[in-house]
C-alpha cells in the first residue's frame, strides 16, 4: 500500500479545478442544469463529491428544477409482488460494505434465513430450510433476472457468482418456495441479486488491498452518460486467495485467483420504456486439494425492456445468452487398495438461451394480476474423466414455463394471493406448483401472512446421467433412469413490522412435507452399479427470528436466530443405501448478533458475531459432526477526506482455524482467520 | 498476516482510473423521499390555504404523514427552522386518520393504499392537501401524487379533488405536473 501512495498523489494534484457537487441532471435540461449548479455553487458548497446534496441544497430549487434531478430509490418500496407474504430479508448495500464482504458468497452470511458454510478457500455450501449437502440443490439463485445455477446438479458453482460489489444494489433472499413468479428450483429458497442501475453508478470507483488470506485484491469502476438518455458503467475485479489448511496443519493448496469484468447500459428511451443491456465475463484458476487445478470461465450479455402502458399495466421482456466452461480434476476411483479409474479431468461447456415474458395489470380496484411465459434452452457438453462422468456427453435442453398470479385486495386489511406455474419439463414433462397467500396487514405497519405452496425439485444431469467411474467395465454408481421430481409442500406463518418505534422484526415459522427425495438403492444380484431413486420422504420445520434495533440515532444492532428440525425417512418398504442420512447437513441453530456503529471524524466500527450448531454430516459411510463453533468479524473504517476510505477487516477471528463443512478427518479443510486491509476511492 | 502486496496489474488499473477520474464529474443522486420531503415544502408555499384551515392566527403550518414514513430524518431536516407565511413549519406523524386534528398537508404512505377510500372519506370538506406516491389502483381522490417515473418525480395533480378542499394551487405547481381526474374535462 505505500508503494501506491505517491501515485495517488500525483493523481490529485493533476486534477483541474475544484471539485463540487452535481447533481445528477440531464444534459438535455442544459440551461437549467446551469442555473441550478450556480445555485449549489453559490450557496458555498464545499461538500465534495460522492455525497448526497444536503436538503438546503434542494430547497434552491425551482420546481422543474427539482423534477429533473435523478433521484435513488435505494428506499423505495420494493415492488409489491416481491415484497409478497414471504419470508423475505434483504441485505442492503450498506449491509455489504459495512461486513466486509469480499465475494458475494461471503454477503450471504449477512441472510439470518440461510445457511452458509464455506468448504475450502473457493468452495461453499449455502441453502434455506436445510438439505445443506456438498450437492445442495434447492435454491434459485438469480443476478439481474439471469438464474445461474448448473444444471450437473441443480446446485451454485458458488466460486464463479460474483460482482463488483460496490455496485450491487441489494440481496433479496427469501427462504420457502418462492411462490409463482420465480423460475424454476424455487423449492426451499430464492436469492435474487439486483445491481445498481447505470444511472446510480456514475463516476469513478477503485479499491485495492491485501490481507493474509485475500492477499490481494482490486476493482475499479467507471460509470457516465452516453447520451442524454443512455448511462453505462464498465467494472473490473481481480483478487488472489491463499490456501486454507488442513486439520493437520498441512496447506490445503486450494490458493485460487479469478478476474472479472463486464459492463452495464440502461436507457430511457422515452417516459414509459426502459431499456437495459449488461453483460459479465470471468476467467479463474483454481487449485484443488485433492491435486491439480481447476479452470473456470465464462460470460454472459442480458437484455431487459420493460414498457410502461400505464399507472394500471405494465410489460417486461427479458432475454440472455450464458456460456460457462470448467474444466476440473478428478481423482482416480479407488476401490480399497483398487484402482478402477485413474486420475483425469471433467470437462462442462454449458450454454443457456433464456427468454422472459411478464405482463402486470390492474383489473377493477381489486385485482393486479400477473402472468408470464419463459422458454430456457441448454446445450451441455461434457467431457467425461475416467472416474466420473455423464452419459450422453452431450445433451440439450428445453424448459417451458407460464404463470398466473392474482392478488386480490379483500378489504383495507386482508388481501390473497393466488396462482400457478406450470413447467415443462425434458426429463418429466409438465410440474404444476401452485400457491395461496394471505396477508393482514392489521395496523399500519404490521403485517401477520400465512402460505401454502407446493414446489418441485425436477431431476439434474447427476440425477439421471451421471456414470461413476466413466470408463471402467465395472460402474459402482450411476444415475436413475426413473429418476423424478422431489415435491414440497409447503406450510408457513410469518409476522413483520414494527414493534416499537426504534424496533422492527420478522418471525416466519415453517412446516414442510417432502415426497420423492433422492435414495440410493442397488442393482439385485450384483448389488452395483448403485443408483438414485426417489425412496425418501419426511417433513422439516422451523423457526426465523430476525429484528433490528436503532438504539441509538449512530447505532444499530441486528439479531438474527435460526432453527431447523428435519425428519427424514425411507418410505415404508422401501430402501436407501444410505438410510436417509446422505440429503442433509444441517445445523439445528443459528444465531447471528451484528452491531454497527458511526464513531465521529468518519469512522465506522462494525462487528458481527454469529454461532452455528453442531452440523450432522453423513456423507461417508458413517455419520459425523462438525462441531458447533462461535466465529467473530469485524470492520473498522475511517474516510481520511469525503471520497477515500482506509478501511481494516477481519473474518473468523475467534480461532486461527475452524472446520465449517466436511467428513471429519486428516483431509477436511479448515477455514482460517482473514484479515486484510483495503482502500476505496469514490470519485 | 503476510505483507500487503499490490500486483503491477492493479497498479495499472488504479492509474487508469485516476487519469479518467481527471476529466470527468461525477453525480451523486440525491435519494427519493429527501426530493420528495423538499416537494412537501414546496407545496406548503404555492398551495393557498384558506384562514380557517388554522385554527389560530400564530399557529404552526402542520404536514403530517399517516401510516409507514418512508422520509425518515429527511422530512424533518428539511423543514426545520422553515416558516410559511410567519407560520413555523411542523412534522406530525399519525397512525389512523382519527389522530389527525390540525393538518395542512398530509402525506398517505403506501402502507394506506389498502384503505384509502375510508381516509379520504374522513377528510371530506377539509381543507388538507393530500399527497401520495404512485398507486396502481390510480390516483382515486389524493391531491398531489409524487409518481417516480425512471428515478425522477413527477408531479400529478387532481385540481379538481384541490378545489373541493377549498385549496388553489399556484400555475408553479401546475405547469409542469401532469393535470388528471374530474379536472381534466
Known sequence: MIAIQPLWA??????????????????????????????LAMAGVSRPVAAEPSSDELKQLSVEELMDIQVTSVARHPERLLQAPSAIQVITQEDIRRSGATSIAE??????????????????????????????????????????????????????????????????????????????????????????????????????????????????RYGGTLTSDVDFRVYGKYFDRGAEEFANGASAA?????????????????????????????????????????????????????????????????????????????????????????AGTLQDDLTTFDTDF???????????????????????????????????????????????????????????????KV???????????????????????????????????????????????????????????????????????????????????????????????????????????LYFQNNLEGHTYGVELSGNYQVLENWSLHAGYDLLEETLHVKPGQFDLNNALNETADPK?????????????????????????????????????????????ARLAWRIVTGLELSVAGQNLLHAEHPEYGFPGPNRIEIGRSVYGKIAWRY | MALLRIPAGLLWLLLAAALVAGTTRAATAPSEYQVKAVFLFNFAQFVDWPAEAFPRPDAPFVIGVLGDDPFGHQLDEVVRGETVNKRPLVVERYHSVAEIRDCNILFIGSTE??????????????????????????????????????????????????????LTISSKLLRPAEIVGAGQG
Open chain 1, 10 to 39: 500525483s493523481a490529485v494534484s493533476a486534477r483541474p479545478g475544484r471539485r463540487r457537487i452535481v447533481l445528477g441532471i440531464r444534459m438535455a435540461a442544459l440551461p437549467t442544469t446551469l442555473a441550478a449548479v450556480c445555485l
Open chain 1, 107 to 220: 454477503a450471504l452470511r449477512l441472510a439470518n434465513n440461510l445457511e452458509v458454510a464455506q468448504k475450502n478457500a473457493h468452495d461453499w455450501a449455502i441453502s434455506a430450510r436445510g438439505f445443506n449437502t456438498a450437492l445442495a440443490n434447492k435454491l434459485l439463485v438469480m443476478i439481474d433476472g439471469r438464474t445461474v445455477y448448473t444444471p450437473l446438479y441443480s446446485g451454485v458453482f458458488w466460486d464463479v457468482q460474483d460482482y463488483l460489489l460496490e455496485d450491487i444494489d441489494r440481496i433479496e433472499v427469501i427462504s420457502g418456495p418462492g411462490g409463482t413468479l420465480w423460475g424454476a428450483n424455487a423449492v426451499n429458497g430464492v436469492i435474487n441479486i439486483i445491481t445498481k442501475s447505470a444511472a446510480d453508478t456514475k463516476g469513478v470507483y477503485a479499491e485495492a488491498g491485501g490481507g493474509n488470506q485475500l492477499e490481494e485484491f482490486g476493482g475499479a
Open chain 1, 254 to 342: 486450494d490458493s485460487w485467483h479469478q478476474a472479472r469484468g463486464g459492463f452495464r447500459i440502461d436507457s430511457q428511451s422515452s417516459p414509459r420504456d426502459n431499456l437495459s443491456l449488461h453483460g459479465d465475463f470471468y476467467d479463474g484458476h483454481e487449485n484443488v486439494d485433492t491435486g491439480g487445478a481447476a479452470q473456470t470461465s465464462g460470460g454472459n450479455v442480458v437484455g431487459h425492456w420493460t414498457h410502461l402502458f400505464s399507472d394500471r399495466s405494465d410489460l417486461s421482456l427479458q432475454s440472455y445468452y450464458d456460456r460457462t466452461h470448467l474444466s476440473d480434476p478428478i481423482p482416480a476411483f479407488l476401490l480399497g487398495a483398487l484402482s478402477l479409474a485413474p
Open chain 1, 358 to 420: 411478464q405482463h402486470r395489470f390492474t383489473l377493477g380496484q381489486r385485482h393486479h394480476i400477473v402472468w408470464g411465459l419463459g422458454y430456457r434452452f441448454t446445450h451441455d457438453v461434457v467431457r467425461n474423466a475416467p472416474a466420473l462422468g455423464f452419459f450422453p456427453t452431450t445433451l440439450d435442453q428445453n424448459l417451458f414455463s407460464a404463470f398466473l398470479q392474482d392478488e386480490i385486495l379483500l378489504s383495507n386489511q386482508w388481501s390473497v394471493i393466488v396462482g400457478s
Open chain 1, 423 to 529: 413447467e415443462h419439463n425434458d426429463y418429466t414433462g409438465f410440474e404444476v406448483e401452485p400457491n395461496v397467500r394471505l396477508e393482514w396487514n392489521f395496523t399500519a405497519g404490521q403485517t401477520l401472512w400465512s402460505a401454502i405452496s407446493r414446489a418441485a425439485r425436477t431431476p439434474s444431469r447427476i440425477d439421471r446421467d451421471l456414470s461413476e467411474p466413466a470408463s471402467s467395465a465395472l460402474i459402482i454408481l450411476e444415475g436413475g433412469r426413473d429418476f423424478g421430481p422431489e415435491y414440497v409442500t409447503a406450510y408457513e406463518l410469518g409476522y413483520r413490522g414494527e414493534i416499537a418505534s426504534r424496533i422492527t422484526g420478522s418471525i416466519s415459522t415453517f412446516y414442510n412435507v417432502y415426497d420423492d427425495v433422492r435414495s440410493t438403492g442397488f442393482t439385485p444380484g450384483t448389488i452395483v452399479p
Open chain 1, 589 to 633: 441453530h443459528q444465531v447471528s448478533i451484528r452491531s454497527a456503529l458511526n464513531l465521529p471524524r468518519e469512522v465506522e466500527l462494525d462487528a458481527t458475531l454469529r454461532w452455528v450448531d453442531d452440523l450432522h454430516i453423513n456423507n461417508g459411510a458413517t455419520s459425523a459432526t462438525v462441531p458447533s463453533y462461535f466465529e467473530l468479524g
Open chain 2, 113 to 166: 393504499s389498502g384503505r384509502l377510500d375510508q381516509i379520504l372519506t374522513a377528510l371530506k370538506g377539509r381543507s388538507i392537501l393530500t399527497v401520495g406516491d404512485a398507486d396502481p389502483a390510480g390516483q382515486r381522490g389524493i391531491m398531489i401524487r409524487l409518481v417516480n417515473q425512471n428515478n425522477r418525480i413527477r408531479l400529478r395533480i387532481d385540481v379538481a379533488a384541490a378545489k373541493a378542499g377549498n
